[in-house]
């Protein structure tokens, strides 16, 4: 049961424009959202987060928003730079259903987004 | 500096052998999390522990094993009762909201 999905394997943009990296959730429990990003044979690093209670937040270059009806988070890249190239998860947390779930998040499969020069 | 290390960063072992990866931080972390990754299948969940003597089963947590007898300490056996062992395992803490990711260890199993 895929509560987070990710359902772009792969992303490819030119240098300078805009990277929409996309992420449905199906539990409603959900009520904070994280965005990470992972080189190869490193640890995923933190970029960007959203509270339920928002339905956007910006960073820099980074704007995560959040369309809670929809259940869905989009993360914007504006403008992608051939550094951004990595492999892009977005993950949940939230109160699970039948018990507390303190700090545990559910993630996505990834993303993986190329940013030709 | 603050931070979570894991080591090894590659290791080998032999099919039917135990192997442990270890997972130290020094960010004063309550909760400390094992993850492994596979190849289009993102992160998935072996153990995680919110206190220190106590620890919880994640998605994946059949033929693994951990110990937390320390605060900075969450190491991870693997051991030969599981199936597919070989993959990048990650190890992380959590403060509140964001979780802080380790470097990683690429386990083979030859």
């Known amino acids: 049961d895929q509560q987070v999905k990710q359902n772009s394997p792969s992303l490819s943009v030119q240098e300078g424009r805009i990277s929409i990296l996309n992420c449905d959730y199906t539990?409603?429990?959900?009520?904070?959202f994280l965005w990470y990003k992972k080189y190869p044979a490193e640890g995923p690093t933190f970029l960007i987060s959203?509270?339920?209670?928002?339905d956007k937040n910006e960073d820099g270059r980074f704007t995560v928003f959040l369309n809670k009806s929809a259940k869905h988070l989009s993360l914007h890249i504006v403008p992608s730079q051939p550094g951004d190239s990595a492999v892009y998860f977005c993950?949940?947390?939230?109160?699970?259903?039948?018990?507390?779930?303190?700090?545990?998040?559910?993630f996505g499969q990834g993303t993986i987004l190329t940013v030709h020069p | 500096d603050g931070g979570i290390t894991q080591s090894p960063k590659y290791l080998f072992r032999k099919e039917g052998q135990n192997v442990t990866l270890s997972c130290e931080q020094n960010?004063?972390?309550?909760?400390m999390y094992w993850y492994r990754q596979d190849p289009g299948q993102g992160l998935r969940l072996i153990y995680y522990?919110?206190?220190?003597?106590?620890?919880q089963k994640g998605d994946i947590a059949e033929g693994y094993s951990v110990s937390r007898e320390k605060k900075e300490s969450f190491p991870l056996t693997v051991t030969s009762a599981q199936k597919n062992p070989t993959a990048f395992y990650l190890c992380?803490?959590?403060?509140?909201?964001?979780?802080?990711f380790g470097p990683g260890t690429r386990l083979t199993v030859l």
């Open positions: 992380a803490s959590t403060g509140y909201n964001e979780q802080f």
């Open positions: 993950a949940a947390k939230g109160v699970a259903a039948g018990g507390t779930s303190y700090g545990k998040l559910t």
């Open positions: 539990n409603s429990m959900f009520d904070y």
């Open positions: 960010l004063n972390h309550d909760a």
């Open positions: 522990s919110q206190i220190v003597n106590d620890f």
């Open positions: 959203i509270s339920s209670i928002k």
